[in-house]
């Protein structure tokens, strides 16, 4: 008997044992029926989940808006060009690993040794936990291949410092509405990399929510990100949970009105019920910010 067969048949019999040792039901008659997944139908669906996961962490981080929709990336992003994140082996993510996809995404370092700069959102990509940062990578890792052949801009000057290195991330409870908001919202979905001021490159976050940074949609109009803390009585403070929802997802503010497209709102709109219900709830939480 292999590995895999005597341990079903050590979990079989262990599990029939206890159930002999139970009182038998009141009914007369108890059918009791004991099924053993096999081992490699659960890492299967494990997996299938993993990627799942992942594919949802990419559509609401709106990876698609710098690096385009099927991640072939070529998009000009300040001063930067994005790269292609596919699974293609000489210009993408094809000849990397799980773990070196994680490394970039946190700590901001390529298998080469070089840095991964802004507008990439290492910054607060660094609290992905474990969890998610795999899924991400086993996601990104299975993406069709785009071959490309454009050439990314060059860069100077020093890397931005991020801090220590990132080892690990625990997850993050569901059940902490407020910490998982948090998450969602600055973590995963860049919220706070639109919405926050800016010192030396990098995010304020003493003054998280305050806006003020300068943007120009996909049709050509400009914008200025909002002050979106309970700071600010003209903002969504004085929205309806409802009416943030569909400003976030839909793009339309109460009155009507379309807000500029710099917002990716079709990957918001894959938001999970629950997780858009969290992303709210933390942002009635910040500091309020005056406007100025």
């Not at 292609?84 to 390529?110: C, F, H, M, P």
């Not at 931005?160 to 998982?180: E, I, M």
Request: hydrophobic share 40%.
């Amino acid at each position: 008997m292999g590995g895999k067969a005597m341990l079903r048949e050590s979990i079989r019999r262990t599990v029939l044992g206890i159930l002999a040792a139970l009182p038998l039901a009141a009914s007369p008659i108890a059918v009791l029926t004991l099924t053993v997944l096999p081992l490699a139908a659960t890492g299967a669906r494990a997996a299938d989940d993993q990627i799942a996961r992942g594919k949802y962490l990419v559509t609401i981080g709106i990876c698609g808006s710098c690096h385009t929709p099927n991640l072939a990336g070529g998009r000009k992003v300040g001063n930067l060009v994005s790269a292609n994140i596919t699974s293609d082996n000489a210009s993408g993510l094809g000849g990397w690993s799980e773990q070196q996809i994680v490394e970039a995404l946190r700590n901001g370092k390529r298998p080469d040794g070089s840095d991964v700069r802004p507008p990439m959102g290492v910054f607060f990509y660094r609290d992905l936990t474990d969890t998610d940062a795999h899924a991400i990578a086993a996601y990104l890792r299975q993406v069709p291949a785009v071959p490309t052949s454009f050439q990314r801009a060059p860069v100077s000057g020093p890397p931005p410092k991020f801090g220590a290195t990132v080892t690990g991330v625990p997850d993050t409870p569901h059940s902490d509405k407020l910490a998982y908001g948090r998450y969602i919202a600055v973590t995963v979905s860049h919220c706070m990399q639109c919405h926050t001021p800016r010192v030396g490159g990098l995010p304020d976050m003493e003054r998280m929510g305050a806006g003020g940074n300068g943007y120009t949609g996909a049709d050509g109009r400009t914008a200025v990100s909002a002050n979106i803390t309970p700071g600010n009585p003209g903002g969504i403070a004085g929205w309806t949970d409802a009416q943030v929802k569909q400003a976030i997802t839909k793009g339309v503010r109460p009155d009507g009105s379309k807000l500029v497209p710099v917002m990716d709102f079709d990957f918001y709109d894959q938001m999970t019920p629950q997780d858009l219900n969290a992303l709210v709830g933390f942002l009635r939480s910040l500091k309020p910010v005056p406007p100025t």
